[in-house]
Structure formats: structure tokens, C-alpha cells
């Protein structure tokens, strides 16, 4: 958008400075006529000077004029003489003189036809006559519009012994004016035509930037609604930084059914209500942007609480009412919010990870808010090179969360998290999500895998009463190569492998539960337990339980923050859950246990462990064992 702008700014200004040119370029031609017209004034006056020395040479004793006046014979000599200097560019020549009565009579008349008689009077309708002949200088004068042939005059004063005893008068005439003119006319003409051309271009060019700006305003307002479009998204992040922006997804539930009984334009009628409502709720700086038919995107700057902003916009949300009909209803929301993490410069990996909350929020019945915080940003930004660096320093730490007994409040395990160390900002920890996915199927991947467990196994060894659990992919149980590094680490620490459980983090679908349950009994023959993470999303069913011998369920973090919006159904849900694992003998863990109503929530239930930051956020094991001596 800014570059398209500026693009139209660089031409106006070439144009302009052409334009400038082309005047500039007139303006010189202009200036060279004229001098090239006062040149030939000045030959003018050097002729006028050749010709009355010539009517000068007379005998001693006789002035010009009194040969003049009494020499008929001489007269007319000098008139054909006269004659023969006409050209082109001398219309007339004729000499003045002024008699007693101070009045100007010919003397000479250099025409052939109808020359003006000797001794005729003559009346100058200009006052720069009787000024040279008083002072002797010569002038050039314009003759009036009524002397159609004659461009200008130059009088030219013949004076004897200090005095002016006539006036030559030489016609420049117009058709010589004209033809100097027609000199730099080519130019002068190319001149206009490339000033008309450039006007007319600097008027379509306007025309464009009109034509454009209003298009870019179509382009990036929803015409129904007046939010701004998807145009406007993409574009405002070509020019803003994506980290400094929360954003939070809002789908309007079920809006086929507002169209379906009260038609369409009541649904346009909705739809305007609904964004003019959400346009009151924003802080300063926030944009609202139609993304989809019900689905809107808000972008907020990164100055308040984007969650109790969200929660606040939720609840009223909820509680608009509409009219149609003399018909009141409301319509609920599902709504995704992200905090952004520092550094994602990716709009499309900020839309994804909306959507795919935004799923999870429609797969559990719709009409919820969830929340991404900074810390549970997905994909990573690192590039293969930087996590190598990484990993050939030995910069992974493994950091340790609590598993809390809900009946003793004491912490019965720790599940190791995974964190690298960026060497450029030691106090920097690079959670998995930011370099995970990038490794996943290099040498890089195995690498860091071995140094997390050679970190558990150090913890395990140095602190003989703990129980820890790691992370695995399906993907890592499906590797040979894992594998075998995994139980080659179990035999040579079989001692304390009781001590280690393996949770199965379910990012693809079982299809071969043979050869799962196959490599689960190569872990747990060392005494080692085995979870299934995550458990109540994603793929995850009863099957697991039907086809699979594991010891531990963790149910997955948006079942449980459910209880916050929707505590009645999730209750039946999770207790449901929770007579399950008792009938199998399941160990039963609740994650993202974020505050006391969740807990409360899950005791009640009956969830014999949580886990979350309400109870202990991952930190180094010194912190919450101390260190050894």
C-alpha cells in the first residue's frame, strides 16, 4: 500500500520536474527571441547611421537639410536612393523636419508608390517624436494596432553643428517580426505540446490516485459492516510489527438460523449491531476486521490485559440483545485469544494457531472462550541452523512442573519440560513450540532427545525419592533409532527406571495398536508407567483404553478450563471420565489447573492428582528440592 503510494508520489515528481522543464525550455526560446529581435533593432540603427552618412556627403559649407530644401533634383536622387535600401525588413524610410511653426514635414519619402509629397505636413500621434528630436538620442517605438504592417520604428535624429535638423524615421515591418518569431517556432510549438502532454499526464495520474484511493477504501472496509477486510490485514502487517498486536477470533454460533427465520436482511441488520457493539468495547487501537462471513479478527495493541479485555468483550458478547419481529433473541460466541509471543513475525501462524483453538472450542459444543497465552506459542521461528548451534553448546535445560496430590497438597512427580538456552540472551528460555516442529525428523531431533533424557536420568540419580515423566511423540516411539537410544538409557539405568513414566503425546491417530502396545511393553518392562497426555482431545477415545496397558490419564487442559465457563456439563463429563479410570485403575491427572475454582473443581470430582501454574510453574528441580550438597 505505502509502496504504491510512494510509486505514484516518484511519478507525479518526475512529471512535475519534466513540466518545470518544458517551461523553463519555452521560458530560454521566449528570451533568445528577444534578444535576437533587439539584435536586429541594433542593426537597424547602425543602417540608419550607414545612410545618413551617405546623405551626408555634401560640399563644405551646405548642411543636408539645405540641399534638401532647395536641390529639387537632389531630393529625388536621394529618394531612389532611399528606395533602394527597402527590404523585407524596412517597410518604409522617411526624414522629418519641423518648420517655424514647430510642425514635422516630409522631406523624403523613400516609397515609390504614392510617395508623400515634399513639404507635406505630418502629424505624429506619439510624443517620443518631439522627445528625440529635442534630445537627439534615438528610440525605438511600437507603432498602434492601427498600423497593422509595421512592428516598430526606429527615429533616429540627423543633427548639424549640435542641433537636429530632421528625423529619420525607418519602419521595421511586422511580416520580419513574424518571421524571427517563426525561427524557434518548432521549438516553441514542441514546447506547448509536451506542456499540454504532461498536463493531461499529471491529470490522469490524478485521476488514478482518486480512482485508486477510493478502491483501496473499498478494498479495505467490509461494505456491509464497515469493519476493515482481510485487504486491510495483510497489508497492515507489511508495515507493523506482528509481536506488538494481541489478537482474539470471534465466530458468531449457529448464524444460519437468525437467516433462516427472519431472512437475510435481517441477518445484514444483526451483523451491523454485532460489530458495532464489538467497535464500542475496543481500547484505543484496536481494529476489527471481517475475516469471514460471521468470523472476525481484532487486532489490539500490546498495552493492556488482552485476557481481561477478551472476557470483558465475551460477556457483553453474550448479552446483547436483539429485536426482529418484535422478537427478542441473543446469539452466543466462540472466541480465540492470543497473546503473542515476542518475536512471531508470522500472520498466517497466528491464524492458525486462533483456528485451531477455535476448533477445539467448537468441538465441545460452541459458546466458549479460550485463551493462548505468550508461553503456549506452537511453531517455532528458529531456523534448523540456530537450534544446531544450540544443541552442539549443550544449551537445553530441562525444567521441572509439579504433580500435586489433591488430597495431600504434596507433590508426587515432576514432568520434565524441555527449554533451550539462546546463546545470544542466556536469561532467554526458548520454550519447544519455537523450535520443535523444525527439528522433528533431522539428527537434531535424536540429539536432543538423548540430552534430555541424560539430564532426567542425572536428576533421577542425584535425587533418589523423585518420580519424573517425560514427553514422547507417537512419531519417536515409531523410530528405531529412538528407540533403541531410549531402552539402551533403561537397562544401563534400570536401577531408578520404576522411577520414569513416558507420556504419550497423540499429535496422529493410532491406526496399529499391535505394534503400540508392542513398544509399550519394551518401556515398561524396566518398571517405567506410561500416560497418555492430552487425553479428551484431539484423537484421542476409548480405544486407547480398550487396546492399550497404560497407567496414567492426564486429561487435556481445555477440558478443564471449561469448568471456568461451563462448570455443570464439564462436571458430568470429567466425573464420567474419572469412573472410567477408577474401573481400569487409571492414575488420573488434571492439567492447566490455572487457579483455586479449577482446583476446587477437580477435588470435588475426585481427581486424585493436578497440574498446572496454579500449583507450580516449570522451574529449575533446585528450586523445588533444593540443592545437593
Known sequence: MKQSNRTSIYILVIIGAMLLFVFYLQYTISKNTQKLKALEVEKAREFAGKI????????????????????????????????????????????????????Y???????????????????????????????????????????????????????????????MVIDLSKAYSQSLSSFNAPLIRIAKMMQGFLLLSILFMGYLMLSYNRLQKQLYHDPLTGAYSKYFLNTFFESNRLDRYDFIMIDIDEFKSVNARFGYDAGDSVLKSFVSTIKEKLPKGAKLVRSGGTEFLVIIPKEGNIETVSKALFCVLKRKKYLFDDEVFTLTVSMSVLETPNGMYSLQKAERMLDERMLEIKNLGKNGLRFIGADQEENGYFTLDQVRTMLEAEKPLCLYQPVVDTKTGKTVRYEALVRLIDPENPDVLIAPGQFMDIIKGTSQYLKLSKQVLKGVFKTLQA?????????????????????????TELKKHAGFAHRLSFEILEEHEIKDYTRVQRIFKQLKRYGSQIAIDDFGSGFANYNHVLHLDIDVLKVDGSLIRELLENPERTEKLLHSIKVLADSFGYVLVAEFVSDERIYRHIKAIGFEYAQGYYLGKPEPIEYYEGSLK
Open 52 to 103: 545618413e552618412r551617405y546623405m551626408k556627403m555634401e560640399p563644405k559649407g551646405k548642411t543636408l537639410l539645405d540641399t534638401l530644401q532647395n536641390d529639387s533634383e537632389k531630393r529625388e536622387e536621394l529618394n531612389r536612393v532611399l528606395h533602394a535600401f527597402l527590404t523585407k525588413e524596412f517597410q518604409y524610410i522617411f526624414l522629418l523636419t519641423k518648420d517655424k511653426q514647430e510642425h
Open 463 to 487: 535425587y533418589p525419592n523423585l518420580h519424573v515423566s517425560v514427553n514422547l511423540d507417537l512419531n519417536d516411539l515409531y523410530n528405531d533409532e529412538v528407540m533403541t537410544m531410549i531402552t
Open 105 to 167: 514635414r516630409f522631406v523624403l519619402d523613400a516609397s515609390l508608390e504614392d510617395p508623400v509629397a515634399y513639404n507635406t505636413l505630418f502629424f505624429p500621434n506619439n510624443p517620443t517624436f518631439d522627445e528625440v528630436y529635442r534630445t537627439g538620442k534615438p528610440k525605438i517605438i511600437r507603432e498602434k494596432k492601427s498600423m497593422e504592417e509595421i512592428w516598430l520604428s526606429l527615429l533616429y535624429p540627423i543633427r548639424s553643428q549640435g542641433d537636429t535638423q530632421m528625423l
